[in-house]
């Protein structure tokens, strides 16, 4: 008898491992612990199942949406090709448009602009300057002789119908070898023979205000001179230096000149800006200064 309830409980117990039914269990013949043991692992391979389960759902499914994803993009393609050749042919013909636009103002605007010929009183600053240095050159620069002259030609190779500097190309301009007025080094020259050079215009403009010593070392000098003619130079600039530069009390005036020069021409910005008459402010101070120096009224 005891045998044959044993066996019952026995198949109870694995029928709980499929569709989890508790029955009551005599606790006399199976213990309590066994039971929950069997009732645990049965627990355990249905959760395994169920998770099996769900996971091939969800392959069915990514499979399934993949499918309708490939086809919605089969269907969409030829429609977002035209909507992107649409925008595309929009936004050019916006651009177009709009370059159209822009041009036509522009050629409006260069129709109406005042055209930009010569320069202002105020802009002419710096050519009045370099005049006075070069006035005061011409009253005070030192006096040479031909000696000096033949000496510096001869010495320096010097051809007046080829470029000093370059040696190759026709010389066309004439040139100082110090510039004839630097601002930022309150360097001024004098212009006399023995600072003028012959030059070509390309190495006229390429100079510029170069210092002579830094224009010796730059490629166009350097690789048509050899050592020996810029170090010769370079003496014969030393030597000749009171003849070449301002002394001290003649640079001391052209700089003091220099910031009446520049509120002089101030002035007669604002007499053309503002319809003023420069008599009204200078009076009778320019005629009567002109009279005393040079004794002859403007007027006669």
């Given amino acids: 008898m005891e045998t044959e309830l044993i066996s019952s409980v026995t198949e109870i117990v694995d029928l709980t491992e499929v569709c989890f039914v508790k029955q009551v269990v005599d606790v006399d013949h199976i213990t309590k612990k066994e039971y929950n043991n069997k009732l645990k692992i049965a627990r355990r391979k249905q959760k ?3 998770k099996q389960n769900l996971k091939r759902l969800r ?4 499979l399934a949406l993949l499918e309708y994803q490939a086809k919605r993009r089969r269907l969409w393609r030829p429609i977002r090709a035209k909507w992107r050749f649409r925008n595309m042919s ?18 409006l605007k260069r129709l109406t602009n005042i055209p930009k010929t010569g320069i202002s009183v105020n802009g ?11 006035s005061v ?11 000096e002259i033949i000496h510096r030609n001869t010495l320096l190779q010097v051809n007046t119908d080829v470029c000093f500097w370059c040696k190759t190309l026709p010389a066309t301009v004439l040139d100082h070898a110090h510039p004839c007025c630097s601002m930022k080094r309150s360097e001024f020259s004098w212009t006399n023979a023995l600072n003028i050079f012959p030059s070509c215009t390309k190495c006229n403009q390429m100079k510029g205000g170069n210092a002579v010593l830094t224009w010796l070392n730059m490629d166009v000098v ?9 170090d010769t130079f370079k003496n014969w600039l030393t030597l000749n230096e009171s003849k070449l530069l301002f002394d001290s ?5 052209t700089v003091q000149q220099f910031s009446i020069i520049n509120k002089f021409h101030r002035v007669l910005e604002l007499c053309a800006e503002h319809k003023i008459n420069a ?19 403007k007027t006669t």
């Avoid at 936004?91 to 636009?101: G, H, V």
Wanted: charged share 30%.
């Fill in 279 to 297: 008599s009204d402010l200078f009076g009778n101070v320019l005629d009567d200064f002109l009279t005393a120096h040079t004794g002859i009224d």
């Fill in 249 to 253: 009390e003649h640079a001391s005036l």
């Fill in 90 to 107: 929009q936004r050019y013909i916006d651009f177009c448009l709009k370059k159209m636009r822009k041009d036509l103002i522009q050629k």
């Fill in 48 to 50: 395994k199942i169920d």
């Fill in 59 to 62: 392959e069915e499914n990514t």
């Fill in 137 to 147: 050159s011409r009253y005070h620069r030192p006096d040479l002789s031909v000696r």
């Fill in 222 to 230: 350097v690789s048509k001179w050899t050592s020996e003619q810029i």
């Fill in 124 to 134: 002419r600053n710096g050519s009045t300057r370099n005049g006075f240095v070069v």
